[in-house]
């Protein structure tokens, strides 16, 4: 597979540290191979909140927090509390669906063209 295509020069390679703190696609304006990086930053887990207990917990922490001094009701302060981090977590998946959707050619179903389509060849 390696060099099967004439004309069509490949280099594989770690990206730069700009490449990499700064999320820049190889330049390669200079240069007429292709450049495959090695992708370190697991964007796949980041639409799942993977790696983002801590920064969830406090965000769940101060919320409750600032209810319970505001209210002076812990039992509101909770259930506020609870009801943020729902939404959140909706609105995550919600948004992480329809760009995954976006970025990968997948159609997401949300959209009533794409239902007529599928309930046309009798998909749906």
Known sequence: VDGSLDGHEYVIREPTYWERLLGLPPDMAQT????????????????LLYGHEWDLSF??????????????????AATITYAASA?????????GSSNLALKTLIDDGSSSEARRGAAALGVL
């Open 32 to 47: 007429r191979e292709s450049a495959f990086v090695f992708a370190h930053e697991q964007s796949f887990s980041q639409a």
């Open 59 to 76: 965000l769940e922490a101060l919320l409750f927090i600032f209810v319970d001094m505001s209210l002076k009701s812990p039992f509101a």
């Open 87 to 95: 939404l959140l977590a909706a609105a995550r998946a919600r948004l």
